[in-house]
Each structure stands twice: as structure tokens, then as C-alpha cells.
């Protein structure tokens, strides 16, 4: 017997697709329109510690935690040293990675990470300047960042609501911002990427022709 072609008309699911993109776009747009002094400030942080040589260390658990892998490895390929902390591991002596002259970046959709608390204490007591990206400044990371980049309260896209979906599209937008702007204030150029970046297609678009 053969199998059912798959079906290619389902009004109803194609709807439920298309509000989930709706969904999270709203959500980019809301983020956009929350863009102010804050993320300046914690731009310049961020600009500064780069200038002196120190590193972005992004933390984050659960799905959070995967996008933060994302925004190191795009910070550390457009010119900011940068990587990646699983806010439990840091817990268990990953904390030795996170050094005074280093920045946190914490990421956190409900700023009541049980597991980045340590993390958060840690930078305060190391002088460490600690960002936090979040839907909630007053939760408690909020109270022990040093700067907030606030996230758009907006529902979650899944149906239950639950889901890390807005939030995280919105906090891997946030950090895509932050490297961007960073490589505008740096005069980070086609060239100086291709030096960090000297493999595949974009490596070989990022070098210069040959005479």
C-alpha cells in the first residue's frame, strides 16, 4: 500500500504557521521600539571592555542557554572575544572562567533563574559589570544587574503559551544588535572578518581579490 501524499492544503494549519512568524515579528518590532539610553550605556559597557582587552561572557540556562551559544560565537566572529558559560556548570567551578576585566552578559526571559544566581553574585562581588537581558527589571537578577536590556512582555507564540518562542527570538535579536552596533562603533571591517572567519562561502566573500 502506498503512503498518503502529504497534504499541501490545510487552511487551519496554515494559519497556525503563519501566526507564529506574526507573532515573533510583532515581537521584533516591540523590542525595537523599547531601544534606548539603556542599551547605550550597556553598549559602552560593553565597547569598553572590549577596548581593554577583556572578554563578553555570555550565561544562560535551558533555551536561553542555546541562544546565548549563539550570540558569543557572533560577538567572538566580528571582533569581540567572547564565549559562552552554562549558568549550572559556573556553579561547579566554571565561575574560574569569568575574570575581572571580563563583562556578563546574563540572559534570562524571567530574570528568576534559580541557576544564575551564583553567576550574578559572583560578578558583583568581582566588580564584573553584569548585563542582563530580560522581560522582568524588577525580578531578581534584575535587582543585581548592573544595566538591563528589557525584553517586550509579549505572549509566548506556542499554544499553551509556554514555550521559549517570542522571548527567544527576541533575545537572540537583542544580541545581534549589541554585536552589530559594537562592530559600527570598532570600524570593524569586510577584511577584519574574514580573519576571524577564513573558511567556507563566507570566508572566501570576506577576502580581498587577488591583483
Excluded at 83 to 99: N, R
Aim: aromatic share 4%; net charge neutral.
Amino acid at each position: 500500500m502506498s503512503a498518503s501524499a502529504p497534504k499541501t492544503s490545510d487552511p487551519a494549519l496554515l494559519d497556525a504557521l503563519r501566526n507564529v512568524l506574526r507573532q515573533e515579528a510583532d515581537a521584533l518590532l516591540a523590542l525595537a521600539a523599547q531601544v534606548d539610553g539603556e542599551w547605550l550605556r550597556a553598549l559602552h559597557i560593553l565597547a569598553d571592555i572590549r577596548a581593554k582587552g577583556g572578554r563578553i561572557i555570555v550565561c544562560g540556562v535551558g533555551k536561553s542557554g542555546h541562544v546565548g551559544r549563539k550570540i558569543a560565537a557572533t560577538f567572538a566572529s566580528t571582533g569581540t572575544p567572547s564565549f559562552f558559560v552554562h549558568g549550572t556548570e559556573a556553579s561547579h567551578g566554571d565561575l574560574g572562567m569569568i575574570q575581572p576585566g571580563d563583562a556578563v552578559l546574563m540572559l534570562s526571559a524571567s530574570g528568576g533563574t534559580a541557576e544564575l544566581a551564583d553567576v550574578a553574585h559572583y560578578a558583583g562581588g568581582n566588580a564584573i559589570p553584569l548585563l542582563l537581558i530580560t522581560r522582568k527589571p524588577e525580578s531578581a537578577l534584575g535587582k543585581l544587574a548592573t544595566h538591563v536590556i528589557r525584553l517586550p512582555d509579549v505572549p509566548e507564540a506556542c499554544p499553551n503559551g509556554q514555550a521559549p518562542t517570542t522571548s527567544s527570538t527576541a533575545m537572540l535579536a537583542a544580541g545581534d544588535a549589541l554585536a552589530v552596533a559594537l562592530m559600527h562603533l570598532a570600524g570593524f571591517s569586510r577584511a577584519d572578518f574574514g580573519r576571524y572567519h577564513p573558511g567556507g562561502q563566507l570566508g572566501l566573500s570576506s577576502r580581498a581579490p587577488r591583483a
